[in-house]
């Protein structure tokens, strides 16, 4: 689905990330950690065609992002739902609408897919917020509101960036439940989290593979996790 081979990233000339491989198959579930700015956003970016990289290769559903027209990333990325870490609403939009926000643009906002909304915002917990605006939230009810917006449009793949990150443990679990759900579902999923222990309370959940990010490279983490 998402594959990079031998992919390198430079800021201003300084490399951030080096020689990373790896695949996003169909169904799995993946951890990214590493410390802050070690690259995980960024990595997060080159899998869905925020970013091109500077060596090596990006494919996204078995396509290179150096051979795609800006149109075609934009289909495309109707397939990756991305939760990101600083989660931006429109503020005079309620929370329901910004959630279908996706639907709306790409004219799909018809009444059966009114009605997944609504099922939807039940299944994060967000009905009775439905009507409210964006600053009225919680840092947990925007987070999900973010993960509901990811994913409106059925994405194969969900990238969550620190979607834990500004919010307390219950929260936190409560937002990795509804992930690992989404997995269950068959969705691809990978998050992004510097939170160890909130990879070690999920790994007895859900089959996932864990990955560093250390020295611009990325590593499978062992068992210290």
């Known amino acids: 689905m998402i594959e990079l081979e031998n ?42 065609g925020a970013l091109i990289p500077t060596a090596g290769y990006v494919r996204l559903f078995d396509t290179d992002v150096r051979a795609m027209a800006r149109d075609d990333i934009a289909m495309m990325r109707r397939r990756v739902g991305v939760v990101h870490q600083d989660c931006q609403f429109l503020d005079h939009l309620s929370v329901a609408d910004n959630i279908a926000l996706p639907l709306t643009v790409s004219g799909r906002d018809d009444t059966g897919e009114l009605e997944n909304l609504k099922e939807l915002t039940g299944w994060v917990g967000l009905t009775a917020r439905a ?3 964006p600053p009225e939230l919680s840092g947990g009810e925007r987070q999900r509101a973010a993960l509901a917006r990811a ?43 510097h939170d160890l222990a909130l ?24 068992a210290d996790l």
């Open 7 to 48: 992919v390198a990233y430079s800021y201003g000339g300084a490399e951030l990330l080096s020689d990373i491989s790896l695949k996003l198959q169909p169904g799995s579930f993946h951890f990214l950690t590493g410390p802050s700015g070690s690259g995980k956003t960024t990595l997060m970016k080159l899998c869905y």
């Open 199 to 222: 990879i070690r309370a999920a790994k007895p959940h859900v089959q996932a593979r864990v990955l560093r990010i250390s020295n611009r490279r990325l590593q499978l983490a062992g």
């Open 151 to 193: 994913v409106i449009m059925s994405p194969d793949v969900v990238l969550a960036d620190e979607p834990t990150g500004n919010v307390d443990w219950e929260m936190s679990q409560r937002l990795m439940r509804l992930l690992i759900e989404l997995n269950r579902m068959g969705k691809t999923i990978m998050i992004a989290t």
């Open 131 to 133: 009507d409210a605006l």
